[in-house]
């Protein structure tokens, strides 16, 4: 049963009835030694239970108090995923303060910025890199007076006065000196208390502080409550940053179920943790499942030409089942029933070994687009995909799939419930209810200009609702006008192209441009391999992308992606790049998205070459 106390206090209510049943499932910072908290160790991972999570909790609530942290102060949380991270924003909540979360990769000019935008006394750090990009911005950001920090083996500067770690914060907690104090505020706690401001990554400018409001969270549980089907049986694995609102609300959601969370530390790890821990769940965002597409159909293509036939034969009798048939509400007829069943058991069954998802419940997916043969092929070989759309602003799920019922590819769901969506004359998506946020953090001007004179919310998303669906087409700032007067829609032709094994990242040109160009970064790894098994010479990835055969190959499998396309649509001409688009370089956000202002400056010359005559 789900329980919607206030997140001041949820940790401990669950512990009520959970006891010391198991709740969080991780491992430490590389080094780190162990957490002074009671836990189980098994090999690498280790175990908390529910007493043992309200009890760090509290330890941290005391601690902070200690700290002189006052009621709705923020307090900032600079790290990748770990266990320290929830202690932090419960603690925190415990106590009637605000969390900031930084993504891990967040550079020093944009720590700069939300430390001094929202006055951030007290940051957490996670690992060396944080502490040091915090130490050098600290001389700025006058009102930064103490960096705790998570992971033991972080080295901290000999002068660092203003720095611990983060076991010796929680000593300042320890026994619960304070605990009358934590628990009066505690229950002062309002609906109207801001829990988080969370700074969009931002495609253009600086970040911009999203107010997500305790009341906020508790409408979101409700409605997601009754649509997603999670159970105090499910093991999640939290692999999106926690800084990330779809991860942080699904997060949340799970606890208020009494779910085991695998705490996923590393993104890189992710596929490794998902053989070792064996989740039931897990978010996601549209590019893990396309790699998870990618990785099966490099196997197949490289599989016996008997063993291919069979394979493809399987997805096929799959996506009959379950998207030509379940998809639509229809039973299946018996005999395709009864192979898929068959197929299911055997081939499916492998894959989903091979994955780690062998109890595989269900998958919520958002983010970006996802590929209709991507999300095709994920619900064929019997993963649960559910589907969703939100933002930040509205704390996530503006819509979903909901398990069991029927569901289109290419939609995005139904709207949760509570949540008045409507389409504005010129097409974009307006939301309205209690999971919208009230505005923007210092920003009064940007807040009223995002909302519509009877308060619904502006998402810059175009999308239509049909069959009590929502349907999304393109982010209307994100459409290029071509100098021959054609609309395109840059992230749908980008997601058809990324499904291909070839491309690992693409970014299209054709704003004010005569034709649509790309750029692209290939997978270096199989194009490599595909120059070895062709007898074609190269000394570097520049020989690569320069190489004519390599070209055509390309514009081949390009070709035959964007055969639906409008030929006003379709790239004529690209150019492979021999590195990836960065971080530090300014052209992606801290959610990978691309910033393509940035990538016009940045590579200005390639692009103009390729609208040479």
């Known amino acids: 049963m789900q329980n ?10 669950q512990a009520k009835t959970y006891g010391d049943r198991e709740v969080l499932i991780y491992k430490d ?3 780190a030694e162990r957490l002074r908290v009671g836990e189980r160790s098994s090999g690498m991972w280790k175990s908390m239970s529910w007493n043992q999570f309200s009890a760090t909790v509290k330890c941290v609530s005391n601690a902070l108090l200690n700290l002189g942290v006052k009621v709705q102060e923020n307090v900032g949380v600079f790290s990748q995923n770990s266990v320290q991270y929830l202690f932090c924003d419960f603690g925190a909540w415990g106590i009637r303060a605000v969390t900031i979360p930084f993504y891990a990769t967040s550079s020093e000019q944009q720590i700069q910025y939300m430390l001094s935008d929202a006055s951030i006394r007290i940051l957490f750090v996670g690992e ?7 130490r050098r911005v600290q001389a700025t950001c006058h009102t930064l007076e103490r960096i705790i920090v998570f992971d033991r083996g972080v080295q901290l500067a000999d002068e660092d006065t203003s720095a611990m770690y983060f076991d010796d914060f929680l000593k ?4 619960l000196p304070r ?7 505690s229950a002062q706690a309002s609906m109207d208390d801001i829990a988080n401001i969370l700074y969009t990554s931002g495609t253009t400018g600086d970040s911009k502080g999203v107010i997500l409001t305790c009341g906020q969270y508790h409408a979101a549980m409700i409605a997601n409550g009754k649509c997603v089907p999670v159970t105090d049986e499910d093991r999640v694995l939290n692999f999106l940053p926690f800084t990330h609102i779809f991860e942080k609300g699904w997060k949340i959601l799970c606890l208020t179920v009494g779910a085991r969370l695998i705490v996923n530390t590393y993104p890189q790890q992710v596929q490794q943790t998902m053989k070792e821990t064996h989740p039931t769940c897990m978010s996601s965002v549209p590019r893990f499942w ?6 099966v159909q490099e196997k197949i293509d490289s599989s016996s030409a008997v063993q291919r036939k069979i394979f493809e034969h399987a997805i096929e009798v799959g996506r009959r089942h379950n998207i030509d048939y379940l998809s639509k509400g229809k039973k299946p007829p018996l005999a395709l029933h009864l192979e898929y069943e068959m197929l299911n058991k055997t081939i499916f069954s492998l894959v989903r070994k ?4 062998e109890n595989a419940h269900f998958f919520p997916t958002a983010g970006a687009t996802v590929n209709p043969k991507v999300e095709e092929f994920v619900h064929s070989i019997g993963i649960n995909m559910v589907v969703g759309y939100g933002l930040t602003e509205s704390l996530a799920t503006v819509s979903c799939n909901h398990l069991g019922d029927p569901w289109t590819v290419g939609s995005v769901g139904i709207p949760i419930e509570g949540l008045s969506i409507r389409i504005s004359d010129e097409g974009e998506v307006l939301l309205k209810g209690p999971t919208i946020t009230r505005g923007y953090y210092n920003r009064d001007e940007l807040t009223r200009q995002t909302f519509t004179d009877d308060g619904y919310f502006r998402t810059g998303d175009s999308g239509y609702l049909e069959g009590g669906e929502l349907f999304l087409k393109e982010r209307i700032k994100d459409l290029f006008k071509t100098s021959n007067g054609k609309y395109i829609a840059p992230q749908m032709i980008e997601s058809k192209i990324l499904v291909d094994k070839y491309v690992d990242q693409i970014a299209i040109i054709a704003d004010q441009r005569k034709f649509v160009s790309a750029l692209i970064i290939p997978v270096y790894s199989l194009l490599e391999e595909y120059a070895h098994k062709h007898d074609i010479p190269f000394g570097s990835r520049e020989d690569l992308c320069q190489n004519q055969q390599i070209h055509e190959m390309m514009m081949e499998r390009i070709d035959t992606l ?8 379709q790239i004529k001409r690209f150019t492979l790049l021999p590195h990836a688009f960065s971080m530090e370089r300014g052209e992606l956000t801290n959610t990978l998205k691309i910033k393509r202002r940035v990538l016009n400056e940045n590579y200005k010359a390639e692009i103009d070459k390729m609208y040479e005559e």
């Open 4 to 13: 919607l106390s206030h997140q001041a206090v949820l940790i401990h209510e």
């Open 29 to 31: 910072f590389g080094g």
């Open 128 to 134: 060396q890199d944080q502490y040091d990009k915090a």
């Open 172 to 175: 300042m907690g320890e026994g």
């Open 179 to 185: 605990q009358s104090e934590v628990d009066s505020l």
């Open 290 to 295: 396309e790699k998870v597409y990618m990785g």
């Open 354 to 357: 091979e994955l780690g998802l």
């Open 562 to 569: 964007q055969q639906q396309l409008a030929h006003y649509e």
